[in-house]
């Protein structure tokens, strides 16, 4: 659990399955991540992120509100997709926010202190994060983190099919102070 001024980062709870689903349904938040989220969707995506926390002790962990315990999205730390050159085996740095807590400086603070634990925690030398071309928002947060645009690590979401306008991807990262 990483605790900041107004923040938990945590393990996944049964009560934030509604919540993460309907994060997951709203089109602004979805608009450069893929399409809007099922029951099922969630439901994977919330058990894959246990999976990997409990074989890795790190993941992209529920983010909650210290005054009212709220769920506001999540931010953490994952292995980068293994089958994307240059990014293969990183360590990348994620988030996802609640519409209604965009511009409140809650992304900022839950990547800042995830890098921080990933720094006092992890044998690594560097973190990275991926986003769409697009995604301005995130990239902004990026370059606010320190990380730096590497354009030679761009790259097409193999997962995603030729065509998708989701599929281009960039890379930003950030070596260990």
Same mark, same amino acid.
């Given at each position: 659990m990483i605790e900041t001024e107004r923040?938990?980062?945590?393990?996944?709870?049964?009560?934030?399955?509604?919540?993460?689903?309907?994060?997951?349904?709203d089109p602004a938040v979805m608009e450069y991540l893929g399409p809007l989220q099922s029951w099922a969707d969630t439901d994977a995506m919330i058990a894959r992120l246990q999976g990997i926390a409990g074989k890795h002790g790190h993941s992209f962990w529920a983010m909650e509100s210290r005054d009212d315990q709220q769920f506001l999205g999540f931010c953490g730390l994952k292995i980068a997709p293994e089958d994307i050159p240059g990014i293969e085996n990183a360590i990348e740095i994620g988030w996802r926010l609640r519409r209604s807590k965009w511009g409140q400086g809650y992304a900022r603070e839950a990547a800042q202190a995830t890098l921080e634990w990933g720094w006092s925690n992890l044998a690594v030398d560097r973190i990275i994060a991926?986003?769409?071309?697009?995604?301005?928002?995130?990239?902004?947060?990026? *370059?606010?983190? %320190?990380?730096?645009?590497?354009?030679?690590?761009?790259?097409?979401?193999?997962? *995603?099919?030729? %065509?998708?306008?989701l599929r281009p991807h960039v890379t930003y990262e950030i070596f260990r102070p």
């Open positions: 923040l938990i980062l945590r393990n996944w709870r049964e009560s934030d399955r509604s919540e993460a689903h309907a994060m997951g349904r991926i986003t769409t071309p697009g995604n301005h928002r995130s990239q902004a947060l990026m *370059l606010r983190l %320190g990380m730096v645009y590497r354009p030679d690590l761009d790259f097409d979401h193999p997962k *995603l099919a030729i %065509g998708d306008p």
